[in-house]
């Protein structure tokens, strides 16, 4: 049913912008820091003091990374005030809806057949402006399809949001109590501490000094082998021909994200992975850290570590947020953070209760994290299964809306 819907040339579709672009130097955004998103090819690069742009617009990756890894153009639908520089094209159609549209309709193109250059793959202006792309004469079927796919992108980008805010109030609540120790500071200043009595009680009420500086008294410095338990030894990492052989719905994680997916599992449960070598920090010195839960498979590239009682795996995920693995990374050429380095990095231990309540308070929050990310899995599967049906016209729209209705979506 492809090509039910007539081909258009997106240069008639649309209106270019490339002429007002302006490439800044990195040295000169440094010296124009401001609250404006800076656009590249790829994504936001920096944060400069003035725009070029507002409203809603289409971004098309020019030259760099052009393609996704199926194929597809690189596209990114902005909003607001902002900046590009001259390596995306800059498009905007008569009216958001068709706006969006297009970024819908573009991302089932197969865009290498536009696309010249060898060594630096590029899309011109010229066979940008030749890309055909299935374009329902009815307004009002580019509008239904719109709304359709950017209600499912929008579920999925507040539930970004909620995860970010759960993890946020998570990392603020670590600090405050195990690394700037403020219902201790408070208690020692008479200050009351905020919490509940019994919790406050839990809390002492003066700093000692340690090997790590000031502690709350009666905590203890240990080493994180003391409270973390490792299963680098169950991991088994599978080549690209391994994976293509096996794939299937488990994820297989590398030592910074999924890498595949493959039809069997390692792992079940809630963990954290710390990359163990080629991606083991990140530029503020600090471990590259996923946490991760459900059914999955590891590589030999990521340290696989739950805490142990009462350290809850949680607590871990804070602790590594904060604890710079900068000074136990060896090799020049390859950096590694082996499991003997990582197990010798001090823990200040805060004692069992202090632990549990801890553990008690964000546990609520980790698991409307994990279900935000569950649904929007969900709703990213619906969305791409959707995209190319709706966008073809092999879907019709009130079909889909009847579909989504049933949801609650």
């Not at 971004?59 to 153009?73: H, Y």
């Not at 958001?96 to 060594?119: H, N, Q």
């Not at 380095?341 to 994290?369: D, R, T």
């Amino acid at each position: 049913m492809r090509g039910e819907w007539p081909l258009v040339p997106l240069g008639e579709l649309a209106q270019n912008f490339d002429a007002r672009r302006v490439p800044l130097s990195s040295r000169e955004r440094e010296k124009r820091r401001g609250p404006y998103p800076y656009y590249g090819a790829t994504g936001v690069m920096d944060y400069v003091d003035g725009f070029l742009f507002e409203g809603l617009h289409l971004l098309l990756a020019e030259d760099g990374s052009v393609e996704t890894t199926d194929g597809k153009p690189l596209l990114q639908l902005v909003d607001g005030k902002f900046w590009v520089n001259n390596h995306a094209h800059v498009l905007k159609a008569a009216t958001d809806e068709d706006t969006k549209f297009l970024y819908y309709a573009l991302s089932t193109v197969a865009i290498r057949p536009y696309m010249s250059g060898s060594v630096q793959a590029k899309l011109s202006q010229a066979n940008m402006n030749r890309i055909l792309v299935p374009y329902p004469p009815d307004e009002r079927d580019r509008r239904a399809i719109a709304h359709i796919l950017g209600t499912l992108d929008d579920k999925i980008e507040r539930n970004r949001r909620m995860s970010e805010t759960l993890e946020a109030m998570a990392r603020a609540l670590f600090k405050a109590w195990f690394v700037d120790f403020e219902p201790v500071r408070a208690k020692a200043a008479g200050r009351d501490p905020g919490l509940p009595k019994p919790l406050a009680d839990l809390f002492p009420d003066r700093l000692v000094d340690s090997e790590r500086g000031e502690i709350p008294e009666g905590w203890e410095v240990g080493t994180l082998g003391d409270y973390a338990i490792n299963f680098d030894s169950k991991r088994v990492p599978l080549s690209g021909r391994d994976r293509a052989k096996r794939n299937g719905p488990f994820p297989y994680y590398g030592a910074a994200g999924i890498m595949d997916y493959v039809d069997d599992y390692l792992f079940d449960g809630i963990y954290l992975l710390i990359g163990e070598d080629g991606s083991v920090m990140n530029p503020s010195g600090f471990a590259v850290t996923q946490y991760v839960w459900g059914k999955f498979w590891v590589n030999n590239h990521a340290h696989v570590v739950q805490g142990k009682y009462p350290v809850s795996t949680e607590q871990l995920y804070g602790y590594f947020t904060f604890e710079s693995v900068a000074p136990y990374i060896t090799g020049a050429v390859q950096p590694k953070l082996s499991q003997g380095q990582m197990n010798s990095m001090p823990f200040l231990y805060a004692g069992e209760k202090i632990c549990l309540e801890f553990h008690k308070i964000v546990e609520p929050w980790f698991a409307k994290f994990r279900a935000c990310a569950e649904e929007s899995r969900t709703l990213a599967a619906l969305r791409d299964a959707l995209l190319p049906k709706l966008i073809s016209g092999e879907l019709r729209v009130r079909d889909a809306e009847r579909f989504l209705k049933e949801r609650g979506l």
